[in-house]
């Protein structure tokens, strides 16, 4: 028996005798390492920043109880709430009643468009003494209390503003008043420092006391707009809470803290995992190879060794321990390089606009990690090229003694025989054909019901394995063609087949690393065109009902104070070409002989609102001539109506998951449309007014889909004197605070202009102006930087993945070199057998290259597909689109690198005299 010792002084001296190989496999593992730390730096630098914005903006904050009847709740209301929730059996909540709303703060008093300002702040006004026992981590921070006319500001918000503590900080009342306040203090975001609504979407957060709030909100004075609730046991669920009777008569409940937990762990964090573990594979795939031919290249040596005495066991250890010292060592020189350079690409992929400028339409994404997660991470991968170094080991002192001394072990040993042979030879191509299959019919003809987490499961692990499987026939394909044509080719390239075809799980291995570095490439290339196009700017809708721009009043006094300004700003009489008042009414509807009810906004036509431009039909009545026409009649004949897209009638209309009307249309058909003025009823309840319309067309959308959301969804167009009617029925939403909306025309795709009427608007007095254009293409900027990151890590790792290969290539070559020199020896000349080699390796990543673009092609289109499974009406489904000239480019790249791997090492291996390496006992 070996102590064990002396088997790591002899794999140690093994390692510093044969320096060549032990650099080649060092640089090899440490590629792979390398691989592996910036694919975790990467997720944990995404994945930690979308915990630490969770953090931040909603800390202990679990959800948050609203007013069941749309009004504040009462004091009373308030405590009993307080008492339910601590009494509640089981379990305990905190809770902490605030007087809440949306203010703008300005650094100055000064009403011009220099002064700094910042819309959507969140206005929060609390009891210092609640507050100290809900958040217990800024306890500190209550202990002096919040007198009026003091204001406490996250470190952001300050920092907008330029404001520090001691500064003066002007917030905006629901009348457009500025009333001045002392910064008390400047502090972090954590919780409820940082809360900023439900979906963190606020531009900032401003704390003041009750009174204070009450006043600037325009709620009454000891009313509370909602209360936050979080759970007093940190390992509780945050999926649901418990009620009682009480709570469910005065309340509605917000998930906020599920939600946010769902938006910094969604679609794109997953994506970035994808990626990150395809990287993780590659370089598991090239350690894992490199450890085998290691073990195939002492084949004899152990052969020797049993053949004196020593048992497999022994064998297995003895290499085991040179292997891991040799997977320590790559292994820590891949973690330090790939630190370093997972930090650099975090910075210069997220680094700019997406990582900082406008941190409320994302989550913010920096390059720290906590020294405990890197230790952590470390120490993770350390243990992964371990255990793949192993069970790489196992494969040393395979096979018999003297089948290792004649090196049959090191080619492959003898096959299998009788139905064990016959079963390996139909059970992989029957895999492959299955998966092949199963991935066609998802990306072509699969239609499920809705793209849920189980069917997305189902379709990556079909499309995975159908990527392997496409390399295996491709490999199929390239062995049988040169087994076909063998008495017609060259010698140098039978030899290259020859070759390819002596180790077939190594030439598998070669392929499947070019393959999985194409299609990743390819794959995250094509969904980008998901994730981009429905955010397009020059694509998608960016007006408000055909207007540029907007500004939502909540009072008469702020409509008049715009008017106002509209008149008397030069600028703004300069850029601004029209503009026009609407009040929309929100009612539910419910259809003749249907139970449910459908909220939409209605809408007058009127000549003024026609000006503006955009208003057009995606169909119309036969009875009309233009769309002129038809809206015409609308405005002059109370019986006509333009419905939105959802009413509809299209060819193959199916079931749809997102809330609708009960019934669809075409223009021309007559529809009855019923009202309520309770908005809660039962069914017994008859409706307080039924119209009976008739269609003459389906209004085109003019409106931005998240301004279509909050002010006026499903858009419905009819006569003044019909809205009239209706605003007794009008139900606004809970977010619908605003009293009507103030569109302005203008040259919307001028972003400076952009900038500049919105700034001369907040600072003359309107709480908020809105352009579509202008915030959306800001965050089309910050995605498409992210979407540009994925594919910069994509290509990055393939860069990388290759180098790794070219050490194996290197190394594959190398250990041919007796049999080289014996083809030498018999005369074949070096040429020939240099154009093999490089024959081999163009052709092995060529067919790995193309099977990967297929995969990856087929792959995206299958996601795409089955993500738009279900569209809104009106929808328009995305296709996949692929730059296929960058492809193009980087398949060319990639297989001018497959050239390249081989010139080196076959120069290396024919530079030497052929009888030096059959002289050699150990290569």
Not at 72 to 100: D, I, N
Not at 656 to 683: C, Q, W
Not at 829 to 845: A, D, I, N, Y
Not at 854 to 873: E, K, N
């Amino acid at each position: 028996m070996l102590a064990k010792g002396l088997s790591w002084r002899i794999g140690l001296l093994y390692l510093k005798r044969q320096k060549r190989q032990t650099l080649l496999s060092l640089l090899a593992g440490a590629i792979g390492a390398m691989l592996i730390s910036m694919s975790c730096f990467h997720y944990i630098a995404v994945k930690g920043s979308g915990d630490a914005w969770v953090r931040a903006h909603f800390g202990p904050i679990d959800w948050v109880l609203m007013p069941r009847q749309g009004k504040p709740f009462s004091g009373e209301q308030a405590v009993t709430l307080r008492s339910e929730l601590e009494s509640m059996p089981g379990v305990r909540y905190r809770s902490l009643p605030v007087v809440a709303g949306a203010t703008t703060l300005f650094a100055s008093d000064r009403q011009d468009a220099d002064a700094k300002s910042l819309q959507q702040v969140q206005l929060l006004g609390l009891d210092p003494r609640q507050a100290k026992l809900f958040d217990e981590g800024q306890a500190e921070l209550w202990r002096t209390g919040l007198p009026s006319g003091q204001a406490i500001l996250d470190r952001e918000t300050a920092g907008r503003l330029g404001l520090e503590a001691g500064d003066a900080v002007w917030a905006a009342d629901a009348a457009g008043m500025r009333k001045p306040l002392i910064v008390r203090d400047v502090v972090e975001a954590t919780g409820v420092t940082g809360y900023r609504g439900d979906r963190g979407s606020r531009n900032g957060t401003i704390l003041v006391n009750e009174r204070d709030a009450a006043a600037l909100a325009g709620s009454p004075e000891g009313s509370y707009s909602f209360v936050l609730v979080g759970r007093t046991d940190p390992a509780g669920s945050v999926i649901g809470m418990n009620y009682s009777n009480k709570m469910n008569e005065l309340t509605e409940t917000r998930f906020v803290k599920r939600e946010a937990l769902s938006r910094a762990g969604g679609n794109m964090v997953m994506v970035i995992l994808a990626i990150s573990m395809t990287a993780i594979f590659s370089s598991a795939f090239l350690l894992r190879q490199i450890v085998h031919m290691m073990a195939e290249s002492r084949s004899e040596l152990y052969g020797v060794l049993r053949a004196i005495g020593m048992n497999r066991r022994q064998a297995r250890g003895l290499f085991a321990a040179e292997a891991l010292l040799l997977g320590l060592l790559s292994g820590l020189i891949g973690l330090l390089s790939g630190a370093g350079a997972g930090w650099a690409m975090v910075k210069l992929l997220y680094g700019g606009g997406y990582g900082h400028a406008v941190s409320s339409a994302g989550i913010p994404i920096t390059a720290r990690i906590s020294p405990a997660l890197a230790a952590v991470a470390a120490a993770a991968v350390l243990l992964y090229q371990s255990l793949l170094v192993l069970l790489a080991s196992r494969k040393a002192g395979a096979g018999t003694i003297v089948s290792a001394l004649r090196g049959e072990a090191a080619s492959g040993g003898k096959q299998g025989r009788g139905w064990k042979r016959q079963a390996g030879a139909w059970t992989l191509p029957i895999l492959a054909a299955a998966f092949l299959g199963a991935h066609l019919y998802q990306a072509f003809r699969w239609e499920p019901a809705a793209p849920s987490g189980g069917t997305m499961l189902a379709l990556l692990l079909t499309w995975l394995g159908a990527s392997a499987a496409a390399v295996y026939a491709v490999f199929g394909l390239l062995l049988s063609a040169g087994r076909r044509l063998a008495g017609r080719l060259s010698l140098s390239s039978l030899l290259a087949v020859r070759y390819a075809g002596q180790r077939p799980g190594r030439t598998f291995t070669v392929m499947l690393l070019f393959g999985i570095a194409m299609m990743t490439v390819t794959f995250t290339s094509g969904l980008s065109s998901l994730i981009l196009k429905n955010m397009d700017t020059e694509r998608t809708v960016q007006t408000m009902l055909g207007y540029g721009g907007y500004v939502p009043y909540q009072s008469a006094e702020e409509k008049e104070r715009v008017l106002e300004l509209l008149r008397t700003d030069a600028e703004l009489r300069r850029t601004v070409s029209h503009h026009a008042v609407v009040e929309p009414v929100m009612g539910g509807v419910q259809l003749e002989g249907k139970g449910s009810r459908f909220s939409q906004a209605f809408v007058p036509v009127s000549q003024e609102l026609l000006a503006g431009g955009g208003w057009t039909l995606a169909e119309r009545s036969p009875e009309f001539g233009s769309d002129e026409e038809a809206w015409n009649k609308v405005e002059s004949d109370d019986g006509y109506v333009v419905l939105p897209l959802q009413y509809r009638k299209t060819a193959g209309d199916k079931p749809s998951i997102f809330h609708g009307p009960e019934a669809t249309y075409t223009a021309g058909d007559h529809i009855r449309m019923s009202f309520y003025k309770n908005n809660l009823v039962g069914p017994s309840d008859k409706p307080d007014l039924t119209v009976e319309l008739k269609i003459a067309g389906f209004a085109a959308d003019n409106t931005e889909s998240t301004a279509r959301t909050e002010y006026v969804y499903a858009t419905t167009y009819v006569n003044p004197e019909l809205l009239a009617k209706l605003k007794p029925y009008h139900h606004p939403w809970d977010n619908q605070v605003h009293q009507g909306l103030l569109l302005l025309q203008f040259h919307y795709r001028d972003l400076q202009l952009d900038r500049e009427i919105s700034s001369r608007l907040v600072s003359g007095g309107a709480l908020s102006v809105g352009i579509p254009y202008l915030s959306n293409s800001e965050k089309y900027a910050e995605n498409k930087q992210l979407v540009n990151g994925f594919i910069g890590f994509t290509v990055l790792s393939a860069v990388i993945g290759l180098l790794g290969l070219a050490v194996l290539q290197k190394r594959s070559i190398g250990e041919r070199s007796r049999e080289i020199a014996m083809l030498r020896c018999a005369g074949i000349p070096s040429r020939k057998l240099f154009r093999s080699f490089l024959l081999e390796g163009t052709l092995l990543g060529g067919c790995g290259l193309l099977a990967g673009t297929a995969a990856g092609a087929t792959g995206a289109h299958a996601f795409i597909r089955i993500l738009q499974t279900d569209l809104r009406p009106g929808e328009a489904p995305v296709e996949a689109e692929f730059p296929w000239l960058l492809l193009s480019g980087v398949l060319g790249l990639l297989l001018a690198a497959a050239f390249l791997f081989n010139i080196g090492p076959a120069r290396g291996a024919l530079i030497s005299s052929p009888t030096e390496p059959l002289r050699s006992a150990d290569v």
